[in-house]
């Protein structure tokens, strides 16, 4: 019996010696360089605290899978839980963290379809993009860094023809690889890189059927983002299928591209279930690119849930950025309509939402009863003109299929028995839309529709499904449903589709955008701005398809996708051309120009609303719509410098520079001068302070005007702010106060939502506010 016992205790502890002496990734972050050291006495540095736990030297050479040593500062090594926090709890370390397989995502919706016309940077007031593009010389030589999944450098957006040599300001690599070599670099795309360490020190090496070991791009989603922020102007684009005849064109179309591959396919799964990006992969491409030269990094990832600002490898990769004066863009994710799940919530990061355009590709369901149902796709496949058999998902589906999912056509869930020549109602909720349309035509159905859940209201995405399809909003897939259940022999047709621009209202908020208030820093208000992101048209890899799906063989040079991944390089382009007008300003005044500018009304001229047609609030958009050619001359900006983020995270626990003394009494967080105020919990009043500067006239003054949330007072001093030359400072306060005792912070609004403006006549320098009460 005490033999049986001892065996037993061992089998209980097995686990947690394994777990003990298991060896993963893990990122050790000291903040910022002390003193003037050379890359290799950091170096030695870094190694040094590997050798204090390793046993020997030859351990803590091979532990080693990154050394930061340009911006960043820090390394990536593999280590156990002990070794771990061994270093967490030396003095000069900031924080240890473990890197965890898909913690980071593309942020891309997943909806897939290809055609190539003009993405315009529209705003809702159709502003003239041809004159900010001119005083702005496209985006001339500014250097745009890209972190994605790579590129395919032969699209025609990438084309060079008649740039200028590169800039002397450059100093990257072109790294070859898998069917990629020097000659694939350009004086449009000058420098690309890739980083899969981190990756296969969890995965083992790649497999290169499914991903290629070089920067080249075998998934599309990189040229997407790439193309949509800087890509050239290429005329004579349409889709398969004829939709949508025009010219592409990139935000800043004569800026430099910067390739940094830091996502891979995921072994196991689909290219259509995404991608994963290790941040110790991703911390070498930020520390790399700034040592390069970029001037702009736009980042379409982000990590499944909000993060504590020294556990996420993006806020402190640009943190580090923003130092050296890189304006970094961040996707805020597509986790919406739910409060508080954006990701990218620092304060130094441009946090972009994303909304709809103005164009559609229209596709009816007219059902057997004569009702016409408006839908959309780009779908080539059509059906023969007349009315085919209707059926609900959850009516054909195989007996065990659950039927609380049933009606969702999630693979292998539908007879085919059943399902046969029919037109199948499908549901959104689980699994990817054009996995649904694959699920139909391998039942052997003849089209299908798919059908809006309330979450995503009137929100559609057009896809470029298998089969003759189309997708319908909330309120039309109820009607559907109704006349299936109402009706003895239900019929429908699909009708082909066609474009159709000028649709109002737009842009409104995409339903998957992510929304505030910020889980991480609540007296921060993200995100900070929306661009489009609702079927957006670029660049795509000639290696993948229309949907990414393994059985879809199509190839195309053009795509549509959705999600605040396409927004993200729309400001990326935005900043550019800023960069190209303003060299001199900072990156946090090129995000209070894009934020203070923004729009908030629709092309009717009425508020944003979100894909429900209810009122959208600065949780979903921010600041409101980018207005690129407004924010090339803002007025006033406000500005913060890397001093004052390192103030912001002391006032909230966080020391990164130990050279940095914090002071002695904090402000606190609500202080970051920001060009937007967010009073989470507010008992009685508080007042902070923000400082402007003049970027306009050199004599000018200006006016405040102010609109309150519901029962709150607003009071701002001075009034007036008087200015005589550009570049001159000015301090107001703000004195926030409870006016009703009666409005408390608890049911589903718990936030109110107003501004504060200063106007001089010409500039309109408008900022969001949120305030709750405690």
Known sequence: MENFHSSLFLLLLLPLLVS???????????????????????????????????????AAKSSLVYSYKHAINGFAALLTPLEASKLSKMEEVVSVFRSHPRKYELHTTRSWEFAGVEEAMKSSENLNKEDIWLKSSYGKDVIV????????????????????????????????????????????????????????????????????????????????????????????????????????????????????????????????????????????????????????????????????????????????????NVVVACSAGNSGPAPSTLSNPAPWIITVAASS??????????????????????????????????????????????????????????SSKMAKGKIVLCLRGNGTRVGKGMEVKRAGGIGFILGNSLANGDELAADAHILPATAVNYQNSLKIMDYIRSSKAPTAYIVPSTTVLDIKPAPFMAAFSSRGPNAISPEILKPDITAPGLNILAAWSEASSPTRLEADKRVVKYNILSGTSMSCPHIGGAAALLKAMHPRWSSAAIRSALITSAGQKNNQGSMITDASSNPADPFQFGGGHFRPAKAADPGLVYDASYTDYLIYLCSIGIKIDYTFTCPTHSLGPVNLNYPSLAVPRLRDNVTVVRTVTNVGGSKSIYFVSVKPP??????????????????????????????DSGITGTGEKPYGFGWYMWSDGIHNVRSPMAVSVA
Not at 37 to 47: A, G, S
Not at 710 to 737: C, Y
Request: net charge neutral.
């Open 145 to 324: 860094g890209l972190l994605d999944n790579g590129v395919w450098p032969e699209s025609e957006s990438f084309n060079d023809e008649g740039m200028d040599p590169i800039p002397k300001s450059w100093k990257g690599i072109c790294q070859a690889g898998d069917e990629f070599n020097s000659s694939n670099c350009n004086k449009k795309i000058i420098g690309v890189r890739y980083y899969i360490k981190g990756y296969e020190a969890h995965y083992g090496p790649l497999n290169r059927t499914l991903d290629y070991l070089s920067p080249r791009d075998k998934d599309g989603h990189g040229t997407h983002t790439s193309a949509t922020a800087a890509g050239r102007r290429v005329g004579g684009i349409s889709a398969l299928g004829g939709f949508a005849s025009g010219t592409a064109s990139g935000g800043a179309p004569l800026a430099r591209l910067a390739i940094y591959k830091v996502c891979w396919a995921v072994p196991g799964h689909g290219k259509e279930d995404g991608n994963t990006c290790f941040e110790e992969d991703m911390l070498a491409a930020i520390d790399d690119a700034v040592a390069d030269g970029v001037d702009v990094l736009s980042i379409s990832i982000g990590s499944k849930e909000p993060l504590p600002f020294t556990q996420d490898g993006i806020a402190i990769g640009a943190l580090h950025a923003v130092r050296r």
């Open 710 to 739: 519901l029962g709150i007072l607003v009071k701002i001093w001075p009034p007036i702010l008087h200015f005589n030359r550009v570049g001159e400072k000015r301090s107001f306060t703000i004195t926030v106060k409870v006016a």
């Open 357 to 414: 355009v103005d164009r559609i590709f229209l596709s009816p369901a007219v059902l057997g009863n004569g009702m016409k149902l408006p839908g959309q796709t780009v779908t080539p496949q059509k059906l023969q003109k007349k009315q085919y058999p209707l059926v609900y998902a959850g009516q054909v589906a195989d007996p065990d299929v659950p039927k609380n999912i049933s009606g969702q056509c999630l693979p292998g869930s539908l």
């Open 20 to 58: 003990t002496t298991e060896r993963q990734v893990y990122i050790v972050y000291f903040g910022e360089h002390s003193g003037a050291k050379t890359l290799q006495q950091i170096e030695e540095n870094h190694h040094s605290y590997l050798l204090s736990v390793k046993e020997t030297e030859e």
